[in-house]
Each structure stands twice: as C-alpha cells, then as structure tokens.
C-alpha cells in the first residue's frame, strides 16, 4: 500500500512488459484487464465474485454515473467505492468515448461537450473540469482526461482538429486535476490511424506531462491489423516508466497482440456482454451454448479449467438456461469469461516473466484453432 500512485516495471520480454501499480488501495498486477462497471456495476456479477476472477481493478464510466444517480449524490453517499462495495482501485472514463457514440445527441466546441440525456433528453454539459470535477466526487483512484474520440475510417484534418482539441483539452484537466494526492491522471493519446498525428499527440502530452498514457480511439471500426499498425508505431513513443493503457479492448487476441506491442492496461464490456448473449471464451476458443448440439452433453464446459465454475455445469444446462434466456445463464456465463480473461492475464504475466511470451501465446493460439470439443454422438 502507498500514499501516492506508483508504477514499477518489473521485466520485459521483447516489447512485452511485467509490471505493477501501486495505489492507496492496493495493487493492481500489469498486464491488466478491468472489468467494465459502466453504472456503477459490472453486469450480472457480486463484487466479490469479480475479485474472485483475479481483477484487482474495475472500471466506471463519468458519463453515465454523471446522468445518475448524479457524482455529488454518490460523494454524499461516500463516494463510488462504497456505493458499489468495491474497496480496489476504480478507473473512471472521462466521458470522451460517448463525444463519439453518442454523437447524434451532443454539440462540441472548445469549451467542452453538451450532451442531450439518452434517457430523459435533459441537458447536460461537460467541460475538462467539470470531467475532472465528477471523477474526484466518485472518488476515483485513476482519472482520464476528457478527449474527443472520433470514429475510424476519418479523413485526415478531421483526426488533426481533434487531436489539437484533445491536447488543449488535456492541459485543462491537468490544471483541474492539481496533483490530487493520492489519485493518477492519465492522458489520451488521439490521431485514428495517422502516424504522424498519434506522434504529435503523444509528444504533446508528453509535455504536459501525465502519471500514465493511453491509446484511445481505436477499436472503433478499423480492422485488427491497422488497430496493431498504430500500436507498434504509437507504443515506443511513450514513456516506458508509464503505464500505457489501451482502450476498449477487446476480445482475447486483441489482448495478445497488444501486449506483445507494449500495452498494460486493457479495458471492455466484451466479456460480459458475449456471456449475456450465450458465448462462453474457454482454451477451445468462442462456445456458443445456444447451439441445439450441446443440449443433450452432460460434460461441463471445460473440466480442465482452474475455475470451478466452469467445472460445475452441464452443457445441456448452460444450452437450457440461454435458450430459455434464464438470468443466471448470464451471470454464470459473465463470470466465466471474466474469469478466462483473467487466467489470459495471469498467463501472460508469468510468461514475460520467465521470458515465454512468444511461446505462451502461440501454445493459447494453438488451443483456440483446435477449437471445442467434438460433438457427443447422438445416435
């Protein structure tokens, strides 16, 4: 434990690092992936079931917490972590994902962005400060600055207008941040997939100076191998005693390659959401419980996996509960992938540390392309 944000970088294999941050309330192990609690919670899951999976670290969203209940009413209430009773360390997204998809319902100019509620179409506005001031309400141990994220494929003075925006908006949330003891600001490096303009945003808040650097604005549109173009060019840019945080991201290759690229920090709602919708991610690959060839199996999803979940029930039970769109079909299902994403994590981990990054991931590659098990014969 410590007083102030601190990160160590331990080991690295290639350009694959093994690492650690410190924060007043506790740990968080590098390469990390948090889970997504958009509203305060992490869809169909205890907190301490998420804890059960491994992550020491989820995330929250300043827009929507912002819409409700409302930043001051959870600082009366104690602040984020007691309103969800979750005592690890919170991320909170600044609010610039929702600049881009919400981009039907907002108006931006310099000063920040106003947003027409998705839920009631009251007016709301969120400037750099006030991004930040909502972020310090919930008490959040990790604070994004606000950026404008803009949709992939864009032309080329569109991603400049927003990068320069996006470095005048990182200067304010700085100044608004002021060094609050205790919490870490992080920048958001923009420019699509332009590596010119990912250099210019990178070196400008470089200067402004930051406790740690993500790459936003991707896993947006563009196809994996542009979304690892921009990395391998992005990544050595940054400084290596930061943490680099990759956001939105992703599904379990996604999460390989980028680690591979220099990236320790992952974030997305995939695992939670494919669960809900009947996909469980195991060593096998993406098994998708609502095929009609799994409802008679009496074997467990994966019976060699260390967790016991999905070891406890059938595949005929899993097929039942989806089908008949039962909710703990999707709470099983939600921790089973966090759990599997976690174990990917751990996995990688121990890889670089014992400098088998390359071999690990070609070993999970391997169980992925094998695929599931053979269907049971039903004759």
């Known amino acids: 434990m410590t007083e102030n944000f601190q990160f160590t970088l331990s080991t690295t294999d290639g350009m ?8 007043p309330r506790g740990e968080i192990r590098t390469p990390a992936f948090m ?10 899951m205890y907190p301490e079931q998420v804890r059960e999976t491994g992550a020491d670290i989820v995330l929250g969203n300043t827009y929507h917490l912002m819409l409700r209940p ?12 007691q309103f969800m009773d979750w005592q690890r360390p919170i991320l909170t997204d600044s609010g610039g994902f929702q600049v881009m998809s919400l981009a039907k319902l907002r108006k931006l100019d310099e000063n920040g962005v106003t947003f027409k509620s998705h839920i009631d179409g009251s007016s709301h506005s969120l400037t750099p400060e006030r991004s930040i001031e909502i972020q310090k309400l919930l008490d959040s141990d990790i604070i994004m600055q606000l950026d404008e994220c803009v949709s992939l494929p864009a032309e080329y003075a569109e991603l400049e207008r927003a990068v320069e925006l996006s470095i005048r908006w990182a200067e304010r949330s700085k100044k608004a941040f002021d060094n609050a003891k205790g919490r870490a600001l992080f920048g958001i490096v923009q420019g699509g997939d332009n590596a010119e303009l990912r250099a210019r945003s990178a070196a400008g808040l470089i200067d402004i100076g930051f406790d740690g650097y993500a790459v ?5 549109g563009e196809p994996q191998e542009v979304m690892f173009r921009v990395l391998d060019e992005t990544t050595p840019q940054l400084p290596a005693d930061k943490p680099r945080y990759l ?14 690229r220099g990236i320790d920090m992952f974030d997305c709602v995939h695992p939670t959401r494919a669960g809900r919708h009947g996909h469980a991610y195991t060593r096998f690959g993406v098994v998708n419980l609502k095929n009609a060839r799994h409802k008679d199996d009496h074997r467990p999803l994966d019976e060699a996996s260390p967790n016991p979940t999905a070891r406890r029930f059938s595949r005929a039970y899993l097929h039942h509960l989806v089908r008949c769109e039962e909710m703990l079909g999707a709470m099983i299902l939600s921790q089973i992938n966090l759990s599997y994403y976690q174990e990917l994590m751990a996995g990688m981990r121990n890889a670089i540390e014992n400098a088998t990054f390359v071999q690990y991931c070609a070993e999970v590659r391997e169980g992925w392309a094998k695929g599931d098990l053979p269907a049971l014969d039903q004759g």
């Open 16 to 23: 694959a690092r093994r690492g650690k941050m410190d924060t």
């Open 35 to 44: 889970p997504v609690g958009t509203a305060g919670t992490v869809k169909a």
């Open 216 to 220: 936003g604005g991707l896993a947006v």
């Open 247 to 260: 956001m939105g991201v992703g599904k379990p290759d996604d999460l390989l390659g980028a680690v591979g």
């Open 70 to 81: 409302g930043a001051e009413r959870v600082a009366r209430l104690g602040g984020l972590h």
